[in-house]
């Protein structure tokens, strides 16, 4: 009886673990123009600077600007 109890736990454990290991991504919906940007292909140096600063960021990273589309924009 204590087996039939053990193994009936470890059972639904294992049930309950598998079930809650699923997906649950949305498909995401994108616009003419995002896709339009995820298509275009351009050099992967970025600049970031202002007129205010004496400091000027350059980023020179392959791939960079792929990344940079990839991040979620809040509407």
């Known amino acids: 009886m204590k087996?039939?109890?053990l193994t009936t736990g470890v059972l639904a454990f294992l049930s309950i673990l598998i079930y809650s290991?699923?997906?649950t991504k949305e498909s995401i919906v994108l616009s003419d123009a995002e896709k339009e940007a995820f298509n275009r292909?351009?050099?992967d140096t970025v600049t970031i600077a202002?007129?205010?600063?004496?400091?000027?960021?350059?980023i020179i990273d392959p791939g960079f600007n792929q990344w940079l589309l990839?991040?979620?924009?809040q509407p």
């Open 41 to 43: 292909v351009e050099n």
């Open 3 to 5: 087996r039939f109890i």
């Open 70 to 73: 990839t991040i979620p924009k």
């Open 50 to 58: 202002s007129e205010d600063s004496e400091y000027e960021i350059i």
């Open 21 to 23: 290991c699923g997906t």
